[in-house]
């Protein structure tokens, strides 16, 4: 018996107005680049961002390119620069860093004379940033600063992520792309079903199929995941802050949602958001069809909160917070 998984982002832009951004110049120096830091939507960002330059001294590969390349005895001692047979270095040595004086109050000290920069992007050369060559590898890391008031609660924090990029040598721009926040929750989703025509792996229809009341275990590196992006346990739902009348995630508008937008959840007073079903940590597969005699679990877990349609026998899905291809999920 086999499982099948399917994990879903699902990417939040938040509707705001943002105000344009002043650019600088493009870099026309071979022995210079470009930064130049944005949203989902390709709008530069407004309130400035703090920076890092690292040179990046991993062993780069090349797809189709042999490495080393050298012919035997080219180089003194046949130096291999491929990873096998090398040790990743320690650390990756700090070249420079920067603040692109932002608008807010709170980025002390402000930006230092002579930075060539603008809220949403900075050159980058050897006479504001020692040390700097062209022809080296760098990697390049933006923290864009919060938008939001001085003192907002984490949940109200307007902003963007940090980002970055690599920078190859004699690159000439660089172009970063921000989250605006808050960080959208992911959600993995799972069907179980009998892999019996044939053993293949595929939900080979209508011979199979889905098998209802299977226990799911989600881990990480570190081990068992217990709990939800918001420390509640797993299978925990909570109420949104818009809906339509029959009760489905909508904007603030009232218009409903399609499956790939998050909703907006409704918050409490310490910012928490407002529980609708408290699960225990336990992810079942669903059983399909009417929701007649179904469990408050499966009520709240089981039926698609876009569609008000159950989902599938042996179907499931958790969201758990920012999800990533290094989570694994196994059946029992």
Known sequence: MFGRVRIDFIRWIIASSIAAATLIAPVRDADAFQVQVQDDRGQPITNGFRWLLEEDNSYPVTPGVPSPNAAWNAVPGNPSYTLSVNIHKSHAPVVCTGDTAPGNPAANPPRAPGWAGAPSSVNIDASNCPGFSSGKRYMFQALPWHSSPLGAPAFKQTGWTMSGRNVAPGQSTVTIIVHAL???????????FEDNQSVNGAYDQPEEHGLANFSLIITDPIGKVNQDHFAYPLGTTYKYAHTTPDGRPADANGRPL???QQPEFLYDVNGLPVVDFMGDGT??????????????YQKANCIDPYTLQPLAVGEAASS?????TASSIRCR
């Open 182 to 192: 808050p960080v959208p929750v992911g959600q993995i989703t799972v069907l179980v």
């Open 258 to 260: 399609w499956q790939e």
């Open 283 to 296: 992810i079942k597969t669903c059983p399909g069809g009417p929701p007649t005699g179904y469990t408050p």
């Open 320 to 324: 758990i917070g920012w999800c990533s």
